[in-house]
């Protein structure tokens, strides 16, 4: 008896979990630099409670760090008052 001819199996392309995510949310870098232009102003405008700064603070070093590494902001010394300020959207 002749075995029956089974369909070829689609192959689909493999992406890295990071490229996979960025794809299902648009998150980007750009977004992420936005966020920290956001949290600048916020605490600025004293939107945060003293007992939030810390956390503020730490989520805003982390983004930042990770921005350093992919080469998305460039590291720059901190302001007098201890600021980092924030890359000027391009054009």
Request: glycine share 8%.
């Amino acid at each position: 008896m002749a075995k029956a001819k089974q369909p070829a199996e689609s192959v689909e392309p493999v992406q890295s979990a990071g490229a996979a995510a960025a794809t299902q949310t648009g998150l980007n870098v750009q977004d992420l630099t936005t966020v920290l232009q956001i949290i600048n102003i916020a605490s600025t405008r004293g939107a945060f409670r003293a007992d939030e700064l810390a956390t503020v603070g730490g989520v805003h070093d982390r983004i930042l760090a990770f921005l350093e590494s992919v080469g998305a902001v460039s590291k720059t010394p901190a302001n007098d008052d201890g600021t980092v300020q924030e890359p000027s959207k391009p054009n």
